[in-house]
């Protein structure tokens, strides 16, 4: 498993899956095949799949890592190589080498694909889905992110609004 890519790539997949699912554990997964550089990240209540532009991946494979790790060692980094050998992740960059430990891959199962079915809402009922968002909006206790997950299901009776977190939830119909 190898990996070219630039710096603003990765991080701007890592950034995008820090806001739309914090790894739970900390550890993302990294995946190649066919030619594609994937990465994976499970977090309490979203899981998010990011296919990031890479100059060049060769082999097929699948590890985890941890975010922060990697974050850590490609900072300051232009042009990024990514080799897994010997259980580590090696970032190579110029004369600069880091090796990162690597963890067990924890499998997860792809959920199961749902009819999508367009809505089309008035100027009204989008003014009472942003109102809606606001009144369930909770303030974190701990500020683990600058987000909080909310939920909204729309059906042909109404529609449901709902915020939460790991300690509280609310909701308005």
Request: aromatic share 6%; charged share 20%; hydrophobic share 40%.
């Amino acid at each position: 498993m190898k990996i070219q890519l630039e710096l603003e790539a990765l991080l701007g997949a890592l950034d995008t899956i820090s806001k739309i699912a914090p790894p739970a554990s900390g550890n993302i997964t990294l995946q190649t095949a066919s030619s594609r550089f994937t990465i994976i990240s499970t977090g309490d209540i979203s899981s998010c799949t990011l296919i990031v532009a890479a100059d060049a991946v060769s082999g097929d494979g699948e590890i985890s890592v941890s975010m922060q790790a990697v974050k850590d060692a490609i900072k300051g980094r232009q042009k990024l190589e990514l080799s897994y050998n010997n259980a580590t992740l090696s970032v190579k960059s110029g004369k600069y080498l880091a090796e990162l430990a690597t963890v067990d891959v924890i499998p997860v199962d792809e959920p199961d694909k749902e009819e999508v079915k367009e809505w089309r809402i008035t100027t009204d009922q989008a003014s009472w889905l942003k109102k809606a968002l606001r009144d369930v909006n909770l303030k974190p206790t701990t500020l683990l992110s600058s987000w909080m997950p909310a939920g909204v299901k729309i059906t042909s009776k109404g529609a449901f609004v709902a915020c939460y977190d790991t300690l509280h939830m609310s909701w308005t119909t």
